[in-house]
Structures are given as structure tokens and as C-alpha cells.
């Protein structure tokens, strides 16, 4: 089993950044894929960014694609969303994920375990 705790939600304006953090404890770190997903008010939750368990694959969905960078330590059993550029449409409820398949994963089935989420709010 994996702990997941998000970190770094908060509120800014459009165009401003915000850098995310998810720290893991439990389980060796660096047997997961992580994924990072976000679910705004009355929407269900969406994939944002996934990177495989060494880092060296990432894949994002369009909507953030050359704004949102994900990247992890494993030294440090953390992986991280760096978001610039964000738009008041980027306002969500951000979860990160653990998922023990291999290679990049999309989809909200194939993560077992789940963080609470960090809000994050983008005003116009």
C-alpha cells in the first residue's frame, strides 16, 4: 500500500503558476506510475498528466499540454505538477495517483491508490 498527500493548492490569478506536490509513504515509491487528475464542480474527474515509475515518459491531456509540467523524485517519494499559465478554467479539485501497472496510464480505473486533493482556484 501507498499514503498519498497533496500539497500547494491555493488561489491565483490567470497567467499566474502553481507548483503541486504529492508525497508517498507506505510502499517503495519508485514501482509506480503516478498520475495527477482533477475534478471541477459538477464535472467528473479527468486525467491531467501521467509519468512512468522512472520518469523518463511523460503524456499529458491536451487541455494542459505545454502548460503543466509533471516530474517526480524518487529519492524523495514525491512527484510534483508544475502549472503555468493557468486559466480560470484550470479551477479544480487536483488528485494525485498511484497506479502499480507499468508505462503511462490515463484512464481513473487503472490508479488503485488516491491523495485528497488540493484546491485549486484560478480567478479571471
Known amino acids: 500500500q501507498v499514503q498519498l498527500e497533496e500539497s500547494g493548492g491555493g488561489l491565483v490569478q490567470a497567467g499566474g503558476s502553481l507548483r503541486l506536490s504529492c508525497a508517498a509513504s507506505?510502499?517503495?515509491?519508485?514501482?509506480?506510475?503516478m498520475g495527477w487528475f482533477r475534478q471541477a464542480p459538477g464535472k467528473p474527474r479527468e486525467f491531467v498528466a501521467t509519468?512512468?515509475?522512472?520518469?523518463?515518459?511523460?503524456y499529458y491531456a491536451d487541455s494542459v499540454k505545454g502548460r503543466f509540467t509533471i516530474s517526480r523524485d524518487n529519492a524523495k517519494n514525491t512527484v510534483y505538477l508544475q502549472m503555468n499559465s493557468l486559466k480560470p478554467e484550470d479551477t479544480a479539485v487536483y488528485y494525485c495517483a498511484a497506479s502499480m501497472s507499468g508505462g503511462l496510464r490515463t484512464t481513473r480505473g487503472e490508479y488503485g491508490y488516491w491523495g485528497q486533493g488540493t484546491q485549486v482556484t484560478v480567478s479571471s
Open positions: 507506505g510502499r517503495t515509491f519508485d514501482i509506480y506510475t
Open positions: 509519468i512512468t515509475k522512472t520518469g523518463d515518459s511523460v
